[in-house]
C-alpha cells in the first residue's frame, strides 16, 4: 500500500498558476503509476494526469494538456501537477493516486487538496 499525501492547493485568480504536490510513503514507486485526478462541485470525478514513475511517461486528458504538467522528482519520492493558466472551471479538489503496474484500477488515494480559481 501506498500513503499519498496532496498540498498546494489554494485560491488563484484566473489566469494564474499552482504547483501541487502528492508525496508518496510505504512503498517504492517504480512498479506505479501516479494519476492526479479532481471532483467539482455536483460532478463526477475526473482524469487528468497520470505519470508512470519509473520511466517518466506523461498522460494527460485533453482539457488540460497544453496547461498544466505532470513530473515527479525520485529522490522525494514526490509527483507533482504544475497548473498553468487556470480557468474557473478549473476549481476542484484534486487528489492523486497510485495504480500498481498490471491493475486496472487506483487503490491508493490522497485525502486531496482544494483548488479554487476566481474569475
Known amino acids: 500500500q501506498v500513503q499519498l499525501v496532496e498540498s498546494g492547493g489554494g485560491l488563484v485568480q484566473a489566469g494564474g498558476s499552482l504547483r501541487l504536490s502528492c508525496a508518496a510513503s510505504g512503498r517504492t514507486l517504480n512498479m506505479y503509476t501516479i494519476g492526479w485526478f479532481r471532483q467539482a462541485p455536483g460532478k463526477e470525478r475526473e482524469y487528468v494526469a497520470a505519470?508512470?514513475?519509473?520511466?517518466?511517461?506523461?498522460y494527460y486528458t485533453d482539457s488540460i494538456k497544453d496547461r498544466f504538467t505532470i513530473s515527479r522528482d525520485i529522490r522525494k519520492s514526490t509527483v507533482y501537477l504544475q497548473m498553468n493558466s487556470l480557468k474557473p472551471e478549473d476549481t476542484a479538489v484534486y487528489y492523486c493516486?497510485?495504480?500498481?503496474?498490471?491493475?486496472?484500477?487506483?487503490?491508493?488515494w490522497g485525502q486531496g487538496t482544494q483548488v479554487t480559481v476566481s474569475s
Open positions: 493516486a497510485a495504480r500498481f503496474r498490471g491493475q486496472d484500477e487506483y487503490l491508493d
Open positions: 505519470i508512470l514513475y519509473s520511466a517518466g511517461n506523461t
